[in-house]
T-cell receptor, first 112, second 114 residues
Framework: DAGVTQSPTHLIKTRGQQVTLRCSPKSGHDTVSWYQQALGQGPQFIFQYYEEEERQRGNFPDRFSGHQFPNYSSELNVNALLLGDSALYLC???????????FGAGSRLTVL | AQSVTQLGSHVSVSEGALVLLRCNYS??????LFWYVQYPNQGLQLLLKYTTGATLVKGINGFEAEFKKSETSFHLTKPSAHMSDAAEYFCAVSETDSWGKLQFGAGTQVVVTP
């Protein structure tokens, strides 16, 4: 049973560019949440998608946007990259109404 | 607003010794509480969670945690550390009506020495 898969695992971008990160949830899960984990810090909630809509959002600017597809997979898009966007981006999936999250291994973004 | 404080960013324990990781939270409503572990280059893995009921919660790998409402604490313990316990540990809190939206602490790095 595949868990949460994320791609790419590592990527390097320059300031001002745009990036798209992808996530496939665990089989049977239909809710996807995204977290940003800066170096030496705990993960911070970005937003959550369920039924192809953003359901909850953390304190992140509009440069951060997302999408969920009919097969429950999800994308995280970040526009106009800043140096401070360098972080590990974690995707987590769950059943609706469940607080138990299954995390992927993350996508490490470096912004130069 | 919720917040989570983990006391000690680094903890060093001897193999076989007690592991104690401290977590205090603030929340306006009774929260759900979690401990996650993160091994290098991996995602987070759930160790245990408290939602309702028994305040002493047992998790995987021999870990347990006790919810103390009066102290707003949810400390994690393991009686005997193993080398494989070396990892980063995160305490997290969620409001009961915000499923999937976790507030994490800054984490505690555990080093196990022979």
């Amino acid at each position: 049973d595949a868990g949460v898969t994320q791609s790419p695992t590592h990527l390097i971008k320059t300031r001002g560019q745009q990036v798209t990160l992808r996530c496939s949830p665990k089989s049977g899960h239909d809710t996807v949440s995204w977290y940003q984990q800066a170096l030496g810090q705990g993960p911070q909630f970005i937003f959550q998608y369920y039924e192809e809509e953003e359901r909850q959002r953390g304190n992140f600017p509009d440069r951060f946007s997302g999408h969920q597809f009919p097969n429950y997979s999800s994308e995280l898009n970040v526009n106009a990259l800043l140096l401070g966007d360098s972080a590990l981006y974690l995707c987590a999936s769950s059943l609706p109404g469940a607080n138990v999250l299954t995390f992927g291994a993350g996508s490490r973004l470096t912004v130069l | 607003a919720q917040s989570v404080t983990q006391l000690g960013s680094h903890v060093s324990v001897s193999e076989g010794a007690l592991v104690l990781l401290r977590c205090n939270y603030s929340s306006s409503v009774p929260p759900y509480l979690f401990w996650y572990v993160q091994y290098p280059n991996q995602g987070l893995q759930l160790l245990l969670k408290y939602t309702t009921g028994a305040t002493l919660v047992k998790g995987i790998n021999g870990f347990e945690a006790e919810f103390k409402k009066s102290e707003t604490s949810f400390h994690l313990t393991k009686p005997s550390a193993h080398m494989s316990d070396a990892a980063e540990y995160f305490c997290a809190v969620s409001e009961t009506d915000s499923w999937g939206k976790l507030q994490f602490g800054a984490g505690t790095q555990v080093v196990v020495t022979p």
